[in-house]
């Protein structure tokens, strides 16, 4: 009889403290859900759903609430809020920075040294970071990186020649392809290895690059972990990334920096790894006359130098976000001008005005730029098809937004919807319908929309640092092979269709189904 009593009295002791902390948000007077799963909140879908991405789980959400401003959820027990009203994310990205500078993300530079990189690092380790780091991305740094980005284009250029040479057409899965081609400008730029992943399926950095977003279910679950709850992670001292991949990424720096200092200037490169290799030695990298002012910048901070094993996870991010975000933007940009013949011939015939002998040679830093219309393809892509459909931010201070007595502590993470609001018909007209002229008169897409709306790198100081080199080799390698050919799907009953299925329990948007493209010479 005792135990029957006590196990009635710690089920009431669940029960209420179940309610209570589902209750948080109703305290505060904001709008919430009214049955969170019992442990995991408002994220059961992504832990059990099994076929529904990250994304879609919280454009879902933008469309059942988006007449609320802002909107509370719960990450088990985590109260967080979704924020879909464009000029509040204006407010917590831009504004009131000093309020939300954090992904509230999980760091152990110890345990885990990759994850000490500038995408997940806070507070000040991070603004040092940002500072050391942002002056490698600038136009002067990627004009001198540009031949080696074009050597790869001309590459994938030569794959589709020499496959097509003897047959009328050629047939191949447009994610891998591009995925290889990605994967081998990164692997220059990043690690100043050549390559070719393009004609090698089984380099080490493709392979290694496929390993990275084929997770089995436990580092999946770490992974969601990792963005929701990362205080578990912190104290079980989980490693959020394999030794497997630790062990590859380390070894590599290590080889690639020994070998350039004991090589002297014969050893040196136009690349990334130079300019890290500059932040080990002196502090701060070197810049051109024109950018003298970030040198300052950077001197002033009086910043200790990088170690090997921050440049490491410097290098991994800029592995794992360069080669997978940009071939993933090229996949469904050739989607799209696959399904829209009319706008894939305006590509041509732009091509044919500004690139007019079409030798790769020509294709220069400037040629590349004056391409308009690629380019607006390119940004109408990252409108439809976000690579990031959500963004992560914490409060790192009690704060109450401007306008509205809603005031929330410091420790809420906040979740913006890029996804939903990119596909919003209220901020964008027809948006499943792709259409790069939206973008001829605004860098947004929709000039008249007050807030920020447009989110494909984020947006203000902590929007991504290396967005100039991933629309970069989006646009050359897309240019390479629009050259030379037209495309058009296998299976045509995709000019009919929508891509509605993404990978479950993945951050980055990727379509669940490859398809395969047919390339005829113009």
Known sequence: ???????????????????????????????????????????????????????????????????????????????????????????????????????????????DPLSAHLFSLS???????????????????????????????????????????????????????????????????????????INDRDNIFRKMGERIFERNWKEKLVQIISLFTPKILEKLKIKRISQEMEDFFMSVVRDSID??????SSAQRKDFMQLMIQLKNQGYVSVDKNEEHEVQKQKSSEMK????????????????????????????????????PDIQRKVHEELDNTWKSGDMNDLTYDVLGSMKYLDWCVDETLRKYPIVPFLNRESTRDHQFSGTNMKIEKG??????????????????????????????????????????????????????????????????LAAILQKYKFEFVDQSLLHKEITEFYPAQIILTPKTNFMLRATTR
């Open 1 to 111: 009889m005792v135990f029957w009593v006590l196990a009635a009295l710690l089920v009431a002791v669940i029960y209420y403290a179940n309610q209570y902390f589902f209750s948080y948000w109703k305290r505060l007077g904001v709008p919430q859900q009214d049955a969170p799963t019992f442990l995991f909140g408002d994220i059961a879908d992504i832990f059990f759903g099994g076929k529904k991405s990250i994304g879609v789980t919280f454009l879902e959400f933008y469309n059942r609430f988006k007449h609320n401003k802002i909107h509370g959820l719960y990450f088990s027990y985590r109260p967080s809020l979704i924020v879909n009203d464009p000029e509040v994310i204006q407010e917590v990205i831009i504004k009131d920075f000093s309020s939300f500078h954090d992904r509230g993300m999980f760091v152990d530079a110890e345990v």
């Open 123 to 197: 507070g000040q380790k991070w603004r040092d970071l940002r500072v050391k780091v942002s002056p490698t991305f600038t136009s002067g740094k990627l004009k001198v990186m540009y031949p080696t980005i074009r050597d790869c284009a001309k590459t994938l250029q030569d794959h589709l020649a020499k496959n097509a040479q003897n047959v009328k057409c050629y047939e191949f899965d447009s994610r891998d392809l591009f995925a290889r081609f990605t994967t081998t400008v990164i692997s220059s730029v990043a690690f100043g290895i050549e390559n070719d992943c």
């Open 259 to 264: 070998l350039r200092e004991k090589g002297g």
């Open 305 to 340: 130098k990088l170690t090997i094993d921050e440049i490491a996870a410097q290098a991994f991010v800029f592995f794992v976000a360069g080669f997978e975000t940009s071939s993933s933007t090229m996949n469904f940009c050739m989607y799209e001008l696959s399904k829209n």
């Open 412 to 477: 809420i993470l906040i979740t913006i919807p890029v996804l939903g609001i990119h596909r919003d018909p209220e901020i964008y007209d027809s948006p499943m319908e792709f259409r790069p002229e939206r973008f001829e008169n605004s860098s947004t897409g929709n000039p008249n929309v007050r807030g920020v709306c447009y989110m494909p790198f984020g947006d203000g100081p902590r929007s991504c640092v290396g967005a100039r080199m991933g629309k970069l080799q989006t646009k050359i390698g």
